[in-house]
Every structure is written in structure tokens, then in C-alpha cells.
């Protein structure tokens, strides 16, 4: 069964840290671009990061760049979000995706949108808060 699994959500003071794991099952996580996404309530899904199969080329979005790190351990056949310096506004749930694209576009994985991904987690719920 072909399966994304993230975990690692929780409460976080502000200021604080989590790592989230997106673990797949039934597929080599190797041959695909990850991306990482979250979804406030009454907000729209935002892209925050992802990482190519290949090279390893990541993107961020500047919402989050310079304090979540995207990476992947291929033998674990599991990718990694490091969230530092979390806020208020990083709660929301967060999900991991992954899709098999083209090796020139996903070096630029940062424009795939997200209904191109073709495997999708259940999600994580971070929720940073005093």
C-alpha cells in the first residue's frame, strides 16, 4: 500500500522547535520531489518547502526561509522538515507530499504546484502557543 506518513506535530512554545518526519511506505521515496505544506484554518495551502529527487536542490518559501530546513534520508526512505524559531503563526496542520516530475522541473520545485504532487500524508498538527 502506497503510504506518506508524517509525524512529529504537537505544541511548541513560541520560540521553540519541532522536526517532522514524512515516512512513505509502498514506494522508493528516492525517485520523487517532496514537498512540504500547511494549512491554517481559513487559509489557503501554502507551499513552504521541497526538495528534489536527484540533486537535492531545495526551495523555501520566504515565509519560512532561514529557519526550516527540508531534508531527506533515502536509506530511512524518510524526508525532514526542522521548524526553529517557531510562531503563532507557523500553527497549522502540515502535510508532506511527493510526486515523480521532470529533472529540469524539479531542480525549480518551488513552482510545482500542489495538486501536481501525486501522494499525499494525512497531516500533523503543529500548534505553537504560551
Known amino acids: 500500500q502506497v503510504q506518506l506518513v508524517e509525524s512529529g506535530g504537537g505544541l511548541v512554545q513560541p520560540g521553540g522547535s519541532l522536526r517532522l518526519s514524512c515516512a512513505a511506505s509502498g514506494f522508493i521515496l528516492d525517485y520523487y520531489a517532496i514537498g512540504w505544506f500547511r494549512q491554517a484554518p481559513g487559509k489557503e495551502r501554502e507551499a513552504l518547502s521541497c526538495?528534489?529527487?536527484?540533486?537535492?536542490?531545495?526551495y523555501y518559501a520566504d515565509s519560512v526561509k532561514g529557519r526550516f530546513t527540508i531534508s531527506r534520508d533515502n536509506a530511512k526512505n524518510t524526508v525532514y522538515l526542522q521548524m526553529n524559531s517557531l510562531g503563532p503563526e507557523d500553527t497549522a496542520v502540515y502535510y508532506c507530499?511527493?510526486?515523480?516530475?521532470?529533472?529540469?522541473?524539479?531542480?525549480?520545485?518551488?513552482?510545482?504546484?500542489?495538486?501536481?504532487?501525486?501522494?499525499w500524508g494525512q497531516g500533523t498538527q503543529v500548534t505553537v502557543s504560551s
Open positions: 526538495i528534489s529527487s536527484t540533486d537535492g536542490i531545495t
Open positions: 507530499a511527493a510526486g515523480m516530475f521532470h529533472s529540469d522541473y524539479e531542480r525549480r520545485c518551488g513552482d510545482i504546484s500542489y495538486y501536481e504532487y501525486t501522494y
